[in-house]
């Protein structure tokens, strides 16, 4: 006789999509009703399997939710794994801390929410008792580890700890309840069930350590199939654990290789291909593709001329292919090399902005102010995806910029000032 549970994190229940929503509102609706729907899909899968029980290691909500709807609907899909006799064992994380829901919601008994105070629950799975350990983040911050609030190991039991961790660090997440993989090997846990890092990672060892990652992406830098994990111990004490997927929309970047292309006609048949070979590589229902248009061809400064009508065209080939949603389209196509600059005008300036002015300190010094000026003026989503998540993010960001920058300038020139 086995013991079977799902493990899942980071569900962020009705996450706002600012960024997304001042770019297709209609996209954003689509992308915020997906962490509803993805964590459907979640209980689903423990009716569908009959599991012994949900682990969810934090985060349901995003921050200081104030609609009582997000509590009803979390009540209601709770309420479906306790009619079916599944209990569930949560943790809060670092947005759950601060959340008004998370003091006021009442959940079904079968729910078991974890103090501040680490506590234990044994329950019979036949051949042998399972040891479910937790502790929730009582604060936002937590710059300390948590382990050392752990109970020690039941003896002779299969021992799983829930906990809220970035580990060493993870880019894009921020450091909270830090710990190394080798300190959880060293507990004397089984399996250790984490949340927090949204992307999903399995190490074996001593224990099996699993980060899930989030049931689904809200954004390009959640890029990829989502899933919740699926184990089974059986009496042996083995562990095996399965990908399930439950992401109603994928978000993937896509590069279209634009090079050589002699016309308008031309690039968007190399649109069409990119997008559909993508939305075949898709399993789940919906795309939403972040297109990068790169490549040596004479339509360059077209392209950058006129973004509208890429973006435009993009979102018809998109439409016209079904599911396909455009998050956004990026044109780093450069005119063809070998050009005279003693000839070209404009092909001199090029020169001259890239080895001169982009690499003078001046130059980086004053463009590393400004944007750390902006930088700090933005909501921290719209900051890392602009600015990266760390120090080296943060330079790769500025030499994009400058890049893109010059050559909008050239494009504007090549186009004799006028739009396109």
Same mark, same amino acid.
């Given at each position: 006789?086995?013991?079977?549970?799902?493990?899942?994190?980071?569900?962020?229940?009705?996450?706002?999509?600012?960024?997304?929503?001042?770019?297709?509102?209609?996209?954003?609706?689509?992308?915020?009703?997906?962490?509803?729907?993805?964590?459907?899909?979640?209980?689903?899968?423990?009716?569908?399997?009959?599991?012994?029980?949900?682990?969810?290691?934090?985060?349901?909500?995003?921050?200081?939710?104030?609609?009582?709807?997000?509590?009803?609907?979390?009540?209601?899909?709770?309420?479906?794994?306790?009619?079916?006799?599944?209990?569930?064992?949560?943790?809060?994380?670092?947005?759950?801390?601060?959340?008004?829901?998370?003091?006021?919601?009442?959940?079904?008994?079968?729910?078991?929410?974890?103090?501040?105070?680490?506590?234990?629950?044994?329950?019979?799975?036949?051949?042998?008792?399972?040891?479910?350990?937790?502790?929730?983040?009582?604060?936002?911050?937590?710059?300390?580890?948590?382990?050392?609030?752990?109970?020690?190991?039941?003896?002779?039991?299969?021992?799983?700890?829930?906990?809220?961790?970035?580990?060493?660090?993870?880019?894009?997440?921020?450091?909270?309840?830090?710990?190394?993989? *080798?300190?959880?090997? $060293?507990?004397?846990?089984?399996?250790?069930? %984490?949340?927090? !890092?949204?992307? #999903?990672?399995? @190490?074996? +060892?001593?224990?099996?350590?699993?980060?899930?990652?989030?049931?689904?992406?809200?954004?390009?830098?959640?890029?990829?199939?989502?899933?919740?994990?699926?184990?089974?111990?059986?009496?042996?004490?083995?562990?095996?654990?399965?990908?399930?997927?439950?992401?109603?929309?994928?978000?993937?970047?896509?590069?279209?290789?634009?090079?050589?292309?002699?016309?308008?006609?031309?690039?968007?048949?190399?649109?069409?291909?990119?997008?559909?070979?993508?939305?075949?590589?898709?399993?789940?229902?919906?795309?939403?593709?972040?297109?990068?248009?790169?490549?040596?061809?004479?339509?360059?400064?077209?392209?950058?001329?006129?973004?509208?009508?890429?973006?435009?065209? *993009?979102?018809?080939? $998109?439409?016209?292919?079904?599911?396909?949603? %455009?998050?956004? !389209?990026?044109? #780093?196509?450069? @005119?063809? +090399?070998?050009?005279?600059?003693?000839?070209?005008?404009?092909?001199?300036?090029?020169?001259?902005?890239?080895?001169?002015?982009?690499?003078?300190?001046?130059?980086?010094?004053?463009?590393?102010?400004?944007?750390?000026?902006?930088?700090?003026?933005?909501?921290?989503?719209?900051?890392?995806?602009?600015?990266?998540?760390?120090?080296?993010?943060?330079?790769?960001?500025?030499?994009?910029?400058?890049?893109?920058?010059?050559?909008?300038?050239?494009?504007?020139?090549?186009?004799?000032?006028?739009?396109?």
């Amino acid at each position: 006789m086995a013991f079977r549970f799902v493990h899942t994190a980071d569900i962020h229940l009705d996450s706002p999509l600012r960024t997304l929503a001042m770019r297709d509102p209609a996209l954003a609706e689509l992308v915020g009703g997906a962490t509803r729907r993805a964590f459907v899909r979640v209980v689903d899968l423990c009716l569908a399997e009959t599991v012994d029980a949900l682990l969810i290691a934090g985060d349901l909500y995003d921050g200081d939710q104030t609609s009582m709807k997000t509590a009803r609907f979390l009540a209601d899909q709770l309420r479906r794994l306790h009619e079916a006799a599944i209990p569930v064992y949560v943790i809060r994380g670092n947005h759950d801390a601060e959340s008004r829901i998370t003091r006021e919601l009442v959940l079904p008994d079968s729910v078991k929410v974890f103090g501040g105070r680490a506590e234990s629950v044994v329950c019979d799975a036949g051949p042998f008792e399972v040891a479910i350990h937790g502790v929730s983040f009582a604060q936002r911050h937590a710059p300390d580890s948590l382990l050392t609030k752990f109970r020690e190991p039941h003896a002779g039991a299969v021992n799983i700890g829930l906990l809220h961790t970035s580990l060493g660090g993870a880019v894009g997440h921020d450091l909270y309840a830090p710990c190394s993989a *080798a300190d959880l090997h $060293g507990t004397g846990f089984a399996y250790w069930a %984490l949340g927090h !890092v949204h992307q #999903r990672s399995v @190490e074996a +060892g001593r224990a099996t350590i699993v980060m899930p990652g989030n049931p689904q992406g809200r954004d390009i830098n959640e890029a990829g199939a989502k899933s919740a994990t699926l184990v089974t111990i059986d009496d042996r004490g083995a562990i095996a654990v399965e990908a399930r997927p439950t992401s109603v929309a994928e978000f993937r970047r896509v590069t279209v290789d634009c090079s050589g292309a002699q016309d308008g006609r031309e690039a968007k048949a190399r649109i069409e291909a990119a997008l559909g070979e993508a939305r075949a590589a898709t399993a789940c229902e919906h795309l939403v593709a972040r297109l990068t248009l790169v490549g040596a061809t004479p339509l360059a400064w077209r392209l950058r001329n006129d973004p509208e009508k890429v973006e435009e065209e *993009a979102r018809q080939v $998109g439409a016209d292919l079904g599911r396909t949603w %455009l998050d956004k !389209v990026e044109v #780093r196509c450069r @005119e063809p +090399g070998g050009e005279d600059a003693s000839a070209d005008p404009v092909a001199e300036l090029r020169l001259l902005m890239e080895n001169e002015v982009a690499q003078s300190k001046a130059f980086r010094d004053q463009f590393a102010e400004i944007a750390e000026e902006l930088r700090g003026s933005l909501p921290s989503a719209a900051r890392e995806e602009l600015f990266g998540a760390d120090a080296a993010g943060f330079a790769d960001a500025l030499a994009g910029f400058a890049r893109e920058g010059a050559d909008d300038v050239l494009a504007f020139l090549r186009g004799g000032g006028r739009e396109v």
